[in-house]
């Protein structure tokens, strides 16, 4: 079983992601490997709220130029998971 802290990673801030909080929709960087239910009751125990539903976008790695020659280097792939919230809010700050 993982630690609820090793799926969810970060909150998102950007300003789409501020304006969906007001619709009880919250933006967190997640665990690639982690499915919905583990995401959905990550966030429970963590903000201790309850989720009505939970989206998931994957985002693969730019690849890199590193330094003068033409090596190609490769950014690491990412999920976002978008919360929507039964009942509650969060406090992210």
Do not use: H
Request: glycine share 4%.
């Amino acid at each position: 079983m993982k630690n609820a802290f090793d799926i969810v990673i970060a909150p998102v801030v950007t300003e789409k992601c501020n304006a969906l909080m007001q619709e009880k929709k919250y933006t967190f960087k997640v665990n690639p490997s982690a499915n919905r239910i583990e995401i959905a009751k990550a966030v429970e125990e963590i903000f201790n709220v309850k989720v009505k539903s939970v989206n998931v976008m994957n985002y693969t790695g730019k690849t890199k130029r590193v330094g003068r020659t033409m090596k190609s280097g490769k950014r690491a792939d990412w999920k976002r998971a978008v919360i929507t919230l039964a009942e509650g809010s969060i406090e992210i700050i």
